[in-house]
């Protein structure tokens, strides 16, 4: 009988080839299994399309569309080469690339969803963020300077927005203007992913104030502006030339609401609508203004924006996670010391190198942050992570251990920023992590 030959993963970004030895297994489970990085926020599930792949060599060796795949393949208009690694089944050598590389590149998926040439009507809350104070900063400054820091203001402020699930839609001049619920989902957490965004644009300015650019004597400050209507969503242009838009109503009014801070001596303003959609006693609010937009014949309510009443855990979190994971290699080795003090018997569990498993283990944890504010595919997706550490031979008595160590890393590393409210939405968050892929273990 001729020899059969064990297929080939050729992984072509990062030119690594493996062994792929169990044919019942996923081409996402291979990498898994690989140690190889491989974005998987649904878990395997087929919904979330972050594991997909473009299929470079060896179509024929792979199985046919599953339903899921076609549908989706349908809906956002892949060519036949891209494929969901979780779908996917190899019997022979096979050469792929991922195709989502980073937990901020996701949200830039929901834009496939928008149809080409021409514009729908869909449900979003728009996020309008005028950045004051520049001008003089541009004026004193080098172009070379002025330059570098405009970039650090579109990634801090750009941040916020993208880890809310939002899509960053442009810069222009001194204004980014952010959309959230571009593809769907519920009008009440559009809009709370939208109010977070703004506070964690709030709080990203005061920390680039008092610490990048403690030496420019500059004090940049910003006002931003929020509304939420429906507007009309599009890639739309010269047929050669097309690109994504959004027109109407809603959004002209956000970019008024964002102006009128100024008169009003505001930082964050939101529309009434805004204000509607989110649970009654959520939000911590200022003074209230009536205002008469241009263009409309009625006067629209905007309310002042200091926070949520109670702790928001997403917000917390995210304030932190940067300075938290500034050196991953040196969390994770703290980390793993304190594990493996404690029990001893889990450093045998791990095969294969320390230092790669750590950085696995920082980029779940940034990509938990991420997916809290998709919390469906969080769900899946800790299913998958907790089968796998059945796998690893990882029984339920290690979670309390690793929890306790995991804590105790982000009190140390978090140093002057730590305070009781960051503690407890970290363990908050981490105890719920925890629990579900615990529900699996022995
Ligand atoms: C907060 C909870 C945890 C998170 C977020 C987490 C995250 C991860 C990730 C992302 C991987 C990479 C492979 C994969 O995706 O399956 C991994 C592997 C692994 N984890 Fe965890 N883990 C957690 C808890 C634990 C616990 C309690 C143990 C027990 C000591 C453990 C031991 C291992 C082992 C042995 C591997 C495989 C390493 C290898 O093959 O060398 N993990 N973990
Ligand atoms: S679609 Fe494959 S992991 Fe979500």
Same mark, same amino acid.
């Given at each position: 009988?001729?020899?059969?030959?064990?297929?080939?993963?050729?992984?072509?970004?990062?030119? /690594?080839?493996?062994?792929?030895?169990?044919?019942?297994?996923?081409?996402?489970?291979?990498?898994?299994?690989?140690?190889?990085?491989?974005?998987?926020?649904?878990?395997?599930?087929?919904?979330?399309?972050?594991?997909?792949?473009?299929?470079?060599? @060896? #179509?024929?060796?792979?199985?046919?569309? &599953?339903?899921?795949?076609?549908?989706?393949?349908?809906?956002?208009?892949?060519?036949?080469?891209?494929?969901?690694?979780?779908?996917?089944?190899?019997?022979?050598?096979?050469?792929?690339?991922?195709?989502?590389?980073?937990?901020?590149?996701?949200?830039?998926?929901?834009?496939?969803?928008?149809?080409?040439?021409?514009?729908?009507?869909?449900?979003?809350?728009?996020?309008?963020?005028?950045?004051?104070?520049?001008?003089?900063?541009?004026?004193?400054?080098?172009?070379?300077?002025?330059? #570098?820091?405009?970039?650090?203001?579109?990634?801090?402020?750009?941040?916020?927005?993208?880890?809310?699930?939002?899509?960053?839609? /442009?810069?222009?001049?001194?204004?980014?203007?952010?959309?959230?619920?571009?593809? @769907?989902?519920?009008?009440?957490?559009?809009?709370?992913?939208?109010?977070?965004?703004?506070?964690?644009?709030?709080?990203?300015?005061?920390?680039?104030?008092?610490?990048?650019?403690?030496?420019?004597?500059?004090?940049?400050?910003?006002?931003? @502006?929020?509304?939420?209507?429906?507007?009309?969503?599009? #890639?739309?242009?010269?047929?050669?030339?097309?690109?994504?838009?959004?027109?109407?109503?809603?959004?002209? &009014?956000?970019?008024?609401?964002?102006?009128?801070?100024?008169?009003?001596? &505001?930082?964050?303003?939101?529309?009434?609508?805004?204000?509607?959609?989110?649970?009654?006693?959520?939000?911590?609010?200022?003074?209230?203004?009536?205002?008469?937009?241009?263009?409309?014949?009625?006067?629209?309510?905007?309310?002042?924006?200091?926070?949520?009443?109670?702790?928001?855990?997403?917000?917390?979190?995210?304030?932190?996670?940067?300075?938290?994971?500034?050196?991953?290699?040196?969390?994770?080795?703290?980390?793993?010391?304190?594990?493996?003090?404690?029990?001893?018997?889990?450093?045998?569990?791990?095969?294969?190198?320390?230092?790669? /498993?750590?950085?696995?283990?920082?980029?779940?944890?940034?990509?938990?942050?991420?997916?809290?504010?998709?919390?469906?595919?969080?769900?899946? @997706?800790?299913?998958?992570?907790?089968?796998?550490?059945?796998?690893?031979?990882?029984?339920?008595? #290690?979670?309390?251990?690793?929890?306790?160590?995991?804590?105790?890393?982000?009190?140390?590393?978090?140093?002057?920023?730590?305070?009781?409210?960051?503690?407890?939405?970290?363990? /908050?968050?981490?105890? &719920?992590?925890?629990?579900?892929?615990?529900?699996?273990?022995?």
């Amino acid at each position: 009988m001729p020899e059969v030959k064990t297929p080939v993963i050729t992984y072509t970004g990062i030119n /690594q080839q493996v062994e792929h030895h169990d044919l019942d297994t996923t081409l996402l489970e291979c990498s898994i299994m690989n140690q190889i990085p491989h974005i998987h926020e649904c878990g395997g599930n087929g919904q979330c399309t972050t594991c997909r792949i473009r299929v470079m060599d @060896g #179509h024929s060796n792979l199985n046919p569309r &599953t339903l899921k795949e076609q549908e989706t393949a349908r809906i956002r208009k892949w060519d036949p080469s891209i494929r969901l690694a979780c779908q996917c089944y190899a019997k022979g050598d096979v050469s792929i690339q991922r195709l989502v590389w980073i937990n901020s590149e996701i949200n830039r998926l929901q834009l496939e969803t928008i149809p080409e040439g021409i514009a729908e009507e869909r449900p979003i809350a728009i996020l309008f963020c005028d950045i004051r104070g520049f001008t003089k900063l541009a004026s004193e400054n080098s172009s070379f300077d002025v330059a #570098h820091i405009l970039n650090r203001f579109y990634t801090v402020l750009g941040d916020p927005i993208l880890i809310n699930n939002g899509v960053i839609y /442009q810069y222009v001049g001194d204004e980014i203007i952010g959309l959230f619920g571009v593809s @769907g989902g519920m009008k009440s957490k559009n809009c709370k992913d939208a109010v977070r965004a703004a506070l964690g644009m709030q709080y990203a300015i005061e920390r680039l104030n008092h610490i990048e650019l403690v030496d420019f004597d500059v004090n940049i400050k910003m006002g931003i @502006g929020i509304n939420f209507g429906r507007a009309y969503i599009g #890639h739309l242009g010269h047929p050669k030339h097309k690109q994504f838009a959004v027109v109407g109503d809603p959004v002209n &009014t956000a970019s008024r609401i964002q102006s009128y801070n100024k008169e009003a001596g &505001t930082d964050i303003l939101i529309s009434d609508a805004v204000f509607k959609s989110i649970p009654a006693d959520t939000l911590d609010i200022g003074r209230s203004f009536s205002n008469q937009m241009a263009g409309h014949d009625h006067a629209t309510l905007l309310y002042e924006l200091f926070g949520f009443k109670d702790m928001d855990i997403q917000l917390e979190l995210q304030q932190s996670l940067d300075y938290l994971l500034r050196n991953e290699d040196a969390f994770a080795s703290k980390f793993y010391d304190k594990v493996f003090t404690k029990a001893p018997e889990a450093r045998a569990l791990f095969k294969n190198n320390m230092a790669s /498993q750590g950085r696995l283990l920082t980029h779940m944890l940034g990509g938990i942050v991420y997916s809290m504010s998709r919390p469906e595919h969080l769900a899946m @997706g800790l299913k998958l992570l907790g089968e796998s550490h059945v796998r690893y031979g990882v029984h339920e008595a #290690h979670y309390p251990v690793v929890l306790e160590c995991l804590m105790e890393t982000i009190r140390e590393e978090l140093g002057d920023l730590c305070n009781d409210k960051l503690l407890s939405a970290w363990k /908050q968050a981490l105890e &719920t992590v925890t629990s579900e892929m615990r529900r699996y273990a022995k």
